[in-house]
Structures are given as structure tokens and as C-alpha cells.
């Protein structure tokens, strides 16, 4: 796959390209149309097509990484949704594989140890998160898929949030996709250092 073959697909009109996450002969889409509700297209030799999978409202991310290890990726996207069990309308994580030209639910709807305002993948295996674990603590952590699901793998950050916090190492957060309009958003990332709310 090359970045030509992203560029070179266009959209319906009504929907906006939220990311891109590259794959070997193809680029894999997150799409939202004017309600924000999202959608998964594959860019393929200039054509785009729709993938068959679950409506996501609110996605605001998507990762493609092997979280089980099968050899073969799978895509991670974020959501901003309640879940069925968890009416809060919340920040989570849905993992789908893929069959053909459908995608699969892996693991959806519930969410990481803390409310997670950005993501990213750092390996085949292992997602990193922005988390905010109550109003005045934060922390970085690394996941990992075991089974059925993601568990904590490391802390690599953690901080109060009081007017004093120093923000998160910039290594740590280079890379990560924001939640839109977050407090971490414009706070923690060092691109977005003093945006406006």
C-alpha cells in the first residue's frame, strides 16, 4: 500500500475522512458522515469501498495493530458512545477483525481502567492511552490483549492534574490521536500548548 492510494479515493459527498491507518496493499478509512457516525472504508488501488460492519457513532480514532497475535491485524477504533451495560456516554474501544470485506467485533463496548482521551498503538500487541482515573489524576498506560480483552501492562506516566501538573513527556504523547475537544486535548498535547477551548 502506499499513501497515493489513500489520497487517490474520494468520498460521497456527506462524509469526512477522520484518520487513516496505513495496511500492506490498502489503506483502511474511518469515515464520519454530518451526525458523526462513523464508518470503516478500504482504499485499494484508487477505489473505496464501505466495509460491512457495526455503525460507529462518535468514532474518533482508528489503529490497526494484532492485538491477538493470529497473525493478521485487526482495527482499533475509538468511540464516544454509552454502551449497552454502561449508559454513560463515554470514551471506548472497539476491536474488530476482519473477514473478506466485513469487519468482525472483537471486543466492544466496555471501557480501558480510566476515561482514555487519546490512543495509540505502539507495537502489533500493545495500545497506549491517555487516562484521566478520577477529576485530579491522570496517567499514561500500555495495554495488552490477554484473552479476551486488554490489560494493563505498564504505567509510563502519572501526575496529579492540579494548576502545577507538569504535562506528559512529549515522547509519550507524539503520535497519539486526541479525543476532539478534550481538556487533554488542548492541555497535555505540546502541539495544541495553550488552544483555545
Do not use: K
Given at each position: 500500500?502506499?499513501?497515493?492510494?489513500?489520497?487517490?479515493?474520494?468520498?460521497?459527498?456527506?462524509?469526512?475522512?477522520?484518520?487513516?491507518?496505513?495496511?500492506?496493499?490498502?489503506?483502511?478509512?474511518?469515515?464520519?458522515?454530518?451526525?458523526?457516525?462513523?464508518?470503516?472504508?478500504?482504499?485499494?488501488?484508487?477505489?473505496?469501498?464501505?466495509?460491512?460492519?457495526?455503525?460507529?457513532?462518535?468514532?474518533?480514532?482508528?489503529?490497526?495493530?494484532?492485538?491477538?497475535?493470529?497473525?493478521?491485524?485487526?482495527?482499533?477504533?475509538?468511540l464516544r458512545k454509552p454502551a449497552k451495560y454502561d449508559p454513560t456516554l463515554d470514551h471506548r474501544l472497539h476491536v474488530?477483525?476482519?473477514?473478506?470485506?466485513?469487519?468482525?467485533?472483537?471486543?466492544?463496548?466496555?471501557?480501558?481502567?480510566?476515561?482514555?482521551?487519546?490512543?495509540?498503538?505502539?507495537?502489533?500487541?500493545?495500545?497506549?492511552?491517555?487516562?484521566?482515573?478520577?477529576?485530579?489524576?491522570?496517567?499514561?498506560?500500555?495495554?495488552?490483549?490477554?484473552?479476551?480483552?486488554?490489560?494493563?501492562?505498564?504505567?509510563?506516566?502519572?501526575?496529579?492534574?492540579?494548576?502545577?501538573?507538569?504535562?506528559?513527556?512529549?515522547?509519550?504523547?507524539?503520535?497519539?490521536?486526541?479525543?476532539?475537544?478534550?481538556?487533554?486535548?488542548?492541555?497535555?498535547?505540546?502541539?495544541?500548548?495553550?488552544?483555545?477551548?
Open positions: 500500500m502506499t499513501t497515493t492510494t489513500a489520497v487517490a479515493a474520494r468520498l460521497p459527498d456527506g462524509l469526512r475522512r477522520i484518520e487513516v491507518a496505513e495496511l500492506p496493499r490498502a489503506a483502511l478509512w474511518l469515515v464520519a458522515d454530518r451526525d458523526g457516525m462513523g464508518s470503516l472504508w478500504l482504499a485499494r488501488e484508487g477505489a473505496l469501498a464501505q466495509i460491512d460492519c457495526d455503525p460507529l457513532p462518535g468514532a474518533w480514532a482508528l489503529r490497526i495493530a494484532d492485538v491477538d497475535d493470529d497473525g493478521r491485524a485487526e482495527a482499533l477504533v475509538a474488530y477483525a476482519f473477514d473478506g470485506d466485513r469487519c468482525v467485533p472483537l471486543w466492544r463496548g466496555t471501557r480501558l481502567a480510566g476515561r482514555f482521551d487519546a490512543i495509540d498503538a505502539i507495537d502489533a500487541h500493545t495500545i497506549v492511552v491517555h487516562e484521566r482515573l478520577s477529576s485530579t489524576r491522570a496517567r499514561i498506560a500500555s495495554y495488552r490483549w490477554h484473552d479476551f480483552g486488554f490489560v494493563l501492562d505498564a504505567v509510563r506516566w502519572a501526575n496529579d492534574m492540579g494548576d502545577d501538573a507538569a504535562p506528559p513527556p512529549a515522547e509519550l504523547v507524539r503520535g497519539m490521536t486526541w479525543a476532539p475537544g478534550t481538556d487533554a486535548e488542548r492541555e497535555l498535547d505540546p502541539r495544541c500548548r495553550g488552544c483555545p477551548p
